[in-house]
């Protein structure tokens, strides 16, 4: 059992919070279509020249594309206006002009697309390669020429171009995992993380070290990868703004299976079972189907408690809950590739991809 891995995102990104961005609105338009052009031939020995003016070329797209090269929103507020390239006009001698290049915007997997006025999901980035041409491009003017009939022989009229599509968007950032590690703030959720890949969070004995969500990849077995998740934690009252808010519960959504960690051995603030309540109840409050998914628990920092302790504990705890329990030490590696077992057991019976409950549509 191998329990090494590689962090899914470089650590610059773990050093600055301003790095790791999961929401924007931005303005996007499709590039206005070109005008057509009025123009009649001019040539030597040809005194009667017919119309011969160009149609204006479309104007480009905005297209959205899932892509896996990032992992944040951070470079797309860098701005907040996206217009695609517009379409050149029409020229005489049936020179049609040139359409406008599509504006491809590359979003982070997981993001969902939605119209910022109605709130309407527009589109689910769910998969690498997934695309949605978000805003079209107006349509080219026709010149001169197409507006010719048996009583116009010189029609002196062209079409304008169309205007492009315009809307403004709201993007927001599911993290796509295969677990998400939960639990109260100090439960070790960043200790394990790094413990079991090689991720690196921040790591300190206070609340609130874990600023936004983290991702490494464990390593079971060969050719078999675990995407984890460390998730800040979550207190009484997150599913309404209190703490960190539930600005980070959306991540869970996404993950196929929820890593329960609960300390053991609190030091102060609430007790094991009371911590694992609070949690739950955010879950179910912030979303019911959240608190459906599946869950193993995990009660860490064992290595603070003599064994009979320990054990007396996790036994009380696990008939509380009716559930099974492990029991782990994150600091000390105990336990813990019995857990990445457990884990990765778990994985194959549920569904191989996650999905949120918002429908995809274009």
């Known amino acids: 059992m191998h329990t090494r891995g590689a962090a899914c995102s470089s650590p610059f990104f773990y050093h600055l919070l301003q790095m790791f961005i999961d929401e924007a609105t931005i303005y996007v338009a499709g590039g206005d279509g070109g005008h057509g052009c009025v123009s009649f031939r001019r040539e030597k020995f040809v005194p009667k020249g017919g119309p011969d003016g160009g149609h204006g070329g479309n104007g480009g797209e905005v297209v959205l594309h899932a892509s896996e090269k990032t992992d944040t929103l951070m470079d797309i507020t860098s701005k907040t206006k996206y217009i695609a390239e517009n379409g050149r006009h029409g020229e005489g001698a049936n020179r049609h002009g040139r359409s406008g290049k599509d504006l491809i915007i590359e979003l982070p997997v997981g993001t969902v697309v939605r119209d910022r006025d109605s709130g309407r999901v527009l589109k689910d980035l769910t998969e690498p390669g997934q695309y949605v041409r978000i805003a079209r491009g107006g349509t080219g003017g026709r010149g001169n020429k197409s507006f010719v009939s048996p009583t116009n022989r010189t029609p002196r009229t062209a079409e304008s171009g169309k205007k492009g599509q315009e809307r403004w968007l709201k993007l927001e950032l599911k993290l796509v995992a295969d677990v998400g590690i939960i639990g109260m703030p100090n439960a070790g959720k960043s200790t394990l993380l790094s413990r079991i890949s090689k991720a690196h969070p921040r790591i ?51 993950t196929r299976l929820l890593l ?98 918002e429908t995809a549509t274009t």
């Open 260 to 357: 329960h960690l609960i300390d053991i051995a609190p030091k102060d603030g609430p007790s094991p079972l009371d911590a694992y309540h609070t949690v739950r109840k955010e879950l179910e409050r912030h979303d019911p189907e959240l608190s459906k998914k599946a869950e193993i628990i995990a009660l860490n920092k064992t290595d603070l408690l003599d064994e009979t302790l320990c054990e007396k504990t996790a036994k009380s705890f696990q008939k509380a809950v009716s559930r099974p329990v492990c029991t782990i030490s994150s600091k000390t590696g105990s336990n813990l590739e019995t857990l990445i077992k457990v884990v990765a057991e778990t994985l194959r019976t549920l569904p191989r991809e996650a999905r949120s409950k």
């Open 204 to 254: 300190a004995d206070y609340p609130f070290t874990t600023l936004y969500p983290h991702l490494g990849i464990v390593e079971v077995e060969e050719f078999r990868r675990i995407v984890v998740a460390d998730l800040p934690g979550l207190i009484q009252g997150a599913h309404s703004g209190v703490g960190l808010g539930d600005k980070f519960l959306r991540h869970a959504e996404r």
